[in-house]
């Protein structure tokens, strides 16, 4: 399913190298996975992570406030050992608890910074009690600090990315009354999707990272509209024949915009960029190959445009346009569910119809139009 994804080098796949290596000298370490930290929202969640069979977690994420004992790390910067997770495991906590219904017993966590900043922890899991002795934590540095310049470099580069990109969204939307609130839902329509796919997907090829770049870069898809004069963006009717194939040129613009930003930027490879090359350039194929600008079909169109797709037509009918008045949920829904297969992706269609009340939930709460910027920083 995403194929498309294969050809870049994720952090994913890093981290299960780095893990690989570990396991020549250390079998008994079957998990490692990275957590990392939002302070504007306090959420900490997996970003990735390397699990020899079945994953204790997916997807796991919570307030750094309600998990006292990692919280008090964090502030501490001391590490943690559990050599029992079933008897020192702290009461109450969840994700100990499905640890050691995997088969873990003793773990080893480690907060990370950057200058100073807490970035998010490290987890080591052995299903061995008392694994990490003095002697294995002390080995265990080296693989740590090379997992945490990894994960810092990643993320430092998404974010200069995304500042830049800031920029040219800004600029795209200010004369458009697509307003941040409309980004700011279809971003969330888009995750949705993407972590309803995880969820049902055994071999676990749709991973946390891949997610959050969806939702990371989903609000980029129209950059390119920067490029389309007002009075086509801005006409209050229906375009043209000669209008509406100047419409289309945003894809283009945007792919420029994009490849720019990243030669700009020299993040020209990996997975993310790959994502927000994806989104931009193929967010208007169907999936019958009745869209622009290639025709592509099927798994033809990379995964994460087929779900930005679903999440930016959704939003689009159901709020008002300068040239068209916004549709009721329930006409939405219904052409979501017609078009599956044509339009849509039909998978994508399932997890928008599956999670309509959390759709609602997302409408509701990014109802308002004018928190553009306030909206946009709260995020990451
Ligand atoms: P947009 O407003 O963000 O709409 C995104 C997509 O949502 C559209 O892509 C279309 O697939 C879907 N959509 C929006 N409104 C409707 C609707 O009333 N009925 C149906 N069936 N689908 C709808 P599309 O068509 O490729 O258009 C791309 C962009 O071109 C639109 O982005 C909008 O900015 C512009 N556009 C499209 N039609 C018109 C128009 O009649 N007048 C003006 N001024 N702009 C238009
Ligand atoms: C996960 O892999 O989804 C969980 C991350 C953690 O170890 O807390
Ligand atoms: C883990 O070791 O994967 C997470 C356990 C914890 O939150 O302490
Ligand atoms: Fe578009
Ligand atoms: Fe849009």
Same mark, same amino acid.
């Given at each position: 399913?995403?194929?498309?994804?294969?050809?870049?080098?994720?952090?994913?796949?890093?981290?299960?190298?780095? &893990?690989?290596?570990? +396991?020549?000298?250390?079998?008994?370490?079957?998990?490692?996975?990275?957590?990392?930290?939002?302070?504007?929202?306090?959420?900490?969640?997996?970003?990735?992570?390397?699990? %020899?069979?079945?994953?204790? #977690?997916? &997807? $796991?994420?919570?307030?750094?406030?309600?998990?006292?004992?990692?919280?008090?790390?964090?502030?501490?910067?001391?590490? =943690?050992?559990?050599?029992?997770?079933?008897?020192?495991?702290?009461?109450?906590?969840?994700?100990?608890?499905? @640890?050691?219904?995997?088969?873990?017993?003793?773990?080893?966590?480690?907060?990370?910074?950057?200058?100073? =900043? #807490? #970035?998010?922890?490290?987890?080591?899991?052995?299903?061995?009690?008392?694994?990490?002795?003095?002697?294995?934590?002390?080995?265990?540095?080296?693989?740590?600090?090379?997992?945490?310049?990894?994960?810092? !470099?990643?993320?430092?580069?998404?974010?200069?990315?995304?500042?830049?990109?800031?920029?040219?969204?800004?600029?795209?939307?200010?004369? !458009?009354?697509?307003?941040?609130?409309?980004?700011?839902?279809?971003?969330? $329509?888009?995750?949705?999707?993407?972590?309803?796919?995880?969820?049902?997907?055994?071999?676990?090829?749709?991973?946390?990272?891949?997610?959050?770049?969806?939702?990371?870069?989903?609000?980029?898809?129209?950059?390119? +509209?920067?490029?389309?004069?007002?009075?086509?963006?801005? +006409?209050? +009717?229906?375009?043209?024949?000669?209008? #509406?194939?100047?419409?289309?040129?945003?894809?283009?613009?945007?792919?420029?915009?994009?490849?720019?930003?990243?030669?700009?930027?020299?993040?020209?490879?990996?997975?993310?960029?790959?994502?927000?090359?994806?989104?931009?350039?193929?967010?208007?194929?169907?999936?019958?190959?009745?869209?622009? @600008?290639?025709?592509?079909?099927?798994?033809?169109?990379?995964?994460?445009?087929?779900?930005?797709?679903?999440?930016?037509?959704?939003?689009?009918?159901?709020?008002?346009?300068?040239?068209?008045?916004?549709?009721?949920?329930?006409?939405?829904?219904?052409? @979501?569910?017609?078009?599956?297969?044509? =339009?849509?992706?039909?998978?994508?269609? %399932?997890?928008?119809?599956?999670?309509?009340?959390?759709?609602?939930?997302?409408?509701?709460?990014?109802?308002?139009? !004018?928190?553009?910027?306030?909206?946009?920083?709260?995020?990451?």
């Amino acid at each position: 399913m995403i194929e498309t994804l294969s050809n870049t080098v994720s952090v994913q796949n890093q981290l299960q190298e780095i &893990h690989a290596s570990l +396991k020549l000298e250390r079998p008994e370490i079957g998990r490692i996975a990275v957590a990392i930290y939002d302070e504007q929202t306090d959420i900490l969640k997996t970003f990735v992570h390397s699990t %020899d069979g079945e994953a204790p #977690f997916s &997807h $796991y994420e919570a307030r750094l406030n309600q998990v006292p004992s990692l919280r008090d790390l964090a502030l501490s910067h001391d590490v =943690r050992v559990i050599d029992d997770l079933q008897i020192d495991g702290v009461s109450g906590s969840l994700h100990i608890l499905r @640890l050691v219904q995997t088969g873990y017993r003793s773990s080893y966590t480690i907060p990370f910074y950057d200058h100073g =900043r #807490f #970035f998010g922890f490290m987890f080591f899991d052995s299903s061995v009690v008392g694994y990490f002795s003095e002697a294995v934590v002390r080995h265990l540095e080296l693989h740590a600090h090379l997992i945490s310049l990894l994960i810092i !470099n990643e993320v430092s580069r998404v974010t200069a990315l995304r500042s830049a990109i800031d920029v040219a969204r800004a600029m795209s939307h200010s004369r !458009n009354e697509e307003t941040g609130a409309h980004l700011d839902r279809m971003a969330r $329509y888009a995750r949705l999707i993407a972590k309803a796919l995880a969820d049902r997907d055994p071999g676990d090829a749709i991973d946390d990272e891949f997610v959050e770049y969806v939702f990371l870069y989903a609000p980029l898809h129209d950059v390119g +509209k920067i490029a389309i004069p007002d009075q086509i963006l801005l +006409k209050p +009717k229906k375009l043209s024949d000669d209008e #509406f194939t100047i419409m289309k040129s945003h894809v283009s613009a945007g792919m420029g915009i994009v490849e720019s930003i990243a030669t700009g930027f020299n993040v020209g490879s990996g997975q993310h960029v790959e994502v927000l090359r994806n989104i931009v350039r193929y967010h208007h194929e169907a999936y019958d190959g009745s869209g622009y @600008l290639e025709g592509r079909a099927g798994a033809g169109i990379p995964l994460e445009a087929r779900i930005v797709t679903v999440a930016d037509v959704f939003d689009a009918l159901t709020t008002e346009r300068c040239y068209k008045p916004a549709w009721t949920n329930d006409r939405a829904f219904d052409f @979501l569910r017609d078009q599956a297969g044509r =339009r849509f992706d039909p998978d994508c269609v %399932d997890a928008m119809l599956g999670n309509r009340r959390r759709a609602e939930h997302i409408q509701t709460q990014f109802r308002s139009n !004018n928190r553009f910027h306030e909206a946009y920083t709260e995020e990451l």
